[in-house]
């Protein structure tokens, strides 16, 4: 893993590197999820090691309840020198919240340090420093993907970016499976989040009951 220093440069979206699924076919008439630049990666400040690894392909894998097509969430790869976690994954799954006569994309965005071993925990508990510049990463995948998927007009971008914004910004502490788990439960967190009028703990307390058989969310 790169060493990190308070001297490398500002943050910006050339330090999030998307980890994108490929389609592959196999002897014709089978088709699986791959991610092509894990091997480009190696020796980068994206480098990822072979429990990184593992969670990516867990994440990406269309045949595992984890996987990135069954949630609509984007995965993107921190530089491992910015302090803001190990990956920003964001849910693109809601739809755009109109503001005036803007339609504007709110999506939530997790950033995520897996730490092997270690319980879940949520609001960056356990993550020390590397969570310095979570906010501003999880602004820039957000936005970043924001612009790809309902880009406006040139007329009305000024106005809809100043007022472009997450939703809300999770960020996530955890062992490598409780984490897979918290994704494999996502869509209980947004319909406990919509029941109980936005309230995150209300939706934590629905996961905790299925990951306490194996390790209890801890509430930071």
Excluded at 66 to 79: S, T, Y
Excluded at 88 to 98: F, I, L, Q
Excluded at 125 to 148: M, P
């Amino acid at each position: 893993m790169a060493k990190r220093t308070d001297s490398t440069p500002a943050l910006d979206v050339s330090h999030l590197r998307e980890l994108r699924p490929m389609k592959v076919s196999r002897d014709g008439r089978h088709e699986r999820f791959i991610v092509p630049e894990i091997r480009e990666l190696t020796g980068t400040a994206f480098a990822l090691c072979p429990d990184e690894v593992q969670f990516v392909t867990t994440m990406i894998d269309d045949h595992r309840r984890q996987g990135l097509r069954k949630h609509n969430v984007v995965l993107f790869r921190a530089d491992q020198r910015k302090f803001c976690g190990d990956f920003v994954c964001v849910d693109v799954s809601s739809p755009p919240r109109r503001r005036g006569e803007l339609c504007l994309p709110a999506w939530d965005v997790f950033v995520i340090d897996l730490k092997r071993g270690a319980p879940l925990q949520v609001n960056g508990g356990g993550a020390g420093v590397q969570f310095k510049n979570a906010a501003l990463a999880a602004d820039l995948a957000h936005r970043a993907l924001a612009e790809r998927h309902v880009g406006p007009d040139q007329a009305t971008r000024r106005a809809w970016q100043r007022g472009l914004e997450p939703a809300d910004v999770w960020t996530l502490v955890g062992d490598r499976d409780i984490i897979l788990t918290f994704f494999e439960h996502l869509r209980l967190v947004r319909r406990h989040r919509r029941k109980h009028g936005g309230d995150r703990q209300a939706a934590i307390r629905i996961v905790e009951q299925v990951v306490a058989r194996r390790e209890k969310i801890v509430w930071v």
